[in-house]
């Protein structure tokens, strides 16, 4: 009788843990969405990385609240859950990435496989993995916003990326301006 009640507490225990890493995946996400720069410091662990396994390129945790998040902010980008891939950990999600980058250059939003790795009720890590539309998204990409960059190279050939991403409006009101002129001819 006692290994019984033993088993049950365990299985209480293991379903109890996976919701409250669940949640706090869910919570960081939302966090993110709403550019709460101040309860995500609280949420993450403070050797937190961001990966994403499809580029040469991560931000630690420094660099991810002092630029994706204003770049996130900027591009008014935010991650809509599609499907809990696993609720436990590390939590996994199919995300659709959205942006005003994507509405305004009409690019199909990409999808993207986001794991979380919860330690102590902490985001530790945070990987972004491509998914079988990712080729069809760089091709689309290829056609859609390069033109949009050529034609910022030419026009303000002193602005960097780094510097429209990080100023507030800038990036939209660059979007309008092409638009507009590519309207225009």
Known sequence: MKSIFFALFIAIQFVSHTQSDLKCAEKFISLLN???????????????????????YHHDREKFMDQYIMYNRNFKGKFKILE???SKNPV??????????????QIQYPTWKITLYVKNQQIQ?????????????????????NPFHDWIKEKYPEETDEIRSQTPGLMEERLE?????KKNQ
């Open 177 to 181: 301006e092409y638009l507009k002129q």
């Open 92 to 105: 996994q999600f199919l995300v659709e990435d959205q942006s005003i980058y994507f509405d305004k250059l």
């Open 125 to 145: 890590k945070m990987m972004l993995d491509s998914t079988n539309y990712y080729h069809s998204y760089v091709e689309e990409s290829k056609l859609k916003a």
């Open 34 to 56: 709403d550019y709460d720069s101040t309860g995500l410091d609280s949420l993450l662990t403070p050797d937190f990385e961001l990966k994403r396994n499809f580029v040469n």
């Open 84 to 86: 809990t891939i696993s």
